[in-house]
């Protein structure tokens, strides 16, 4: 074998090294994005709000105790909206479905009833919801 074709071996093996690393790093990337993105837990909103706002301006002892309980409403108020669009994301998704289940085959439905169902689960461990509030009840 010259060392020409040597060469080219072995360039052709580094070629073919480093796109499977590319392709391995890059699904690993995406296997994990999805799968820690499902592990975190929602944000306590109030604890946020509190924390930006420490952080932001710094209150008196006596200020403290004034704001909080406008921390509480306030937190209290952003969970809910959090609560209420997420219920209409899930219901909008379920119509969605609802009409696209006659286009489909048996096996296509049921593939799509196990996305689904593993959706409504998500949503309710992530956010503690009853399944009425993730949409698995009321489409």
């Given at each position: ?8 071996l072995l360039?052709?093996?580094?070629v ?33 709000l509190r924390d ?34 997420i ?17 489909l ?29 993730a ?5």
């Amino acid at each position: 074998m010259s060392n020409l074709n040597r060469s080219r071996l072995l360039a052709y093996m580094v070629v073919l090294f480093l796109a499977g690393a590319a392709t391995g790093a890059l699904i690993t990337w995406q296997l994990a994005e999805r799968h820690f993105a499902a592990l975190r837990p929602a944000p306590d909103i109030t604890a946020l709000l509190r924390d930006r706002l420490k952080a932001a301006v710094p209150l008196t002892a006596e200020q403290q105790l004034q704001v909080e309980p406008l921390l509480q409403q306030a937190g209290a108020r952003m969970q809910q909206m959090r609560v209420d669009h997420i219920a209409q994301y899930s219901r909008a998704r379920a119509e969605f479905y609802h009409q696209l289940e006659p286009l489909l085959t048996p096996a296509q439905r049921q593939s799509l009833a196990t996305m689904e169902n593993k959706y409504l689960e998500d949503i309710q461990r992530r956010y503690n919801l009853p399944p009425d509030k993730a949409g698995g009840k009321n489409p």
